[in-house]
């Protein structure tokens, strides 16, 4: 079931950023360290992680990790130096416990929550 671009796992269907991102300054170190490609593939990551329940993507899962490098055309040595450079030089993702989210995904979350209301009291059905 989905309401307002919210799944009940609390994953995006779809998620706002600004149409000027490539001119910020992490998306420019990006591109300068890793060439045009690397922000293509971030933005196919900040999908998959859009995608995870409460937009949270577990690469600490073995099989969740292989997917992602599969999907992103990506071996180990790379995917773990693409990475690296997301979190520490260019801060686009944020590492909780062996998993990764980014600042788009839970600002888009967050202001999707608001926004739904919760069911008015009596106009439940039961069968």
């Not at 890793?34 to 600490?60: T, V």
């Not at 969740?64 to 130096?81: I, K, T």
């Not at 980014?102 to 979350?109: A, D, G, H, P, Q």
């Amino acid at each position: 079931m989905v309401l307002k671009g919210i799944n009940l796992d609390n994953s995006l269907n779809f998620y706002r950023h600004t149409v000027n991102s490539h001119r910020q300054w992490k998306f420019k170190l990006l591109r300068a360290k890793l060439g045009w490609s690397a922000e293509g593939r971030f933005w196919a990551l900040n999908n998959m992680i859009a995608q995870s329940d409460e937009g949270i993507l577990k690469l600490s899962n073995k099989n969740v990790r292989v997917a992602v490098m599969y999907d992103l055309g990506l071996n180990e040595d790379e995917f773990n130096n693409f990475i690296y450079t997301l979190k520490y030089d260019c801060e686009l993702i944020i590492e909780i416990d062996g998993a990764v989210t980014t600042e788009i995904v839970r600002k888009n979350l967050k202001k999707l929550k608001k926004s739904i209301k919760p069911p008015v009291r009596g106009n439940s059905f039961s069968f």
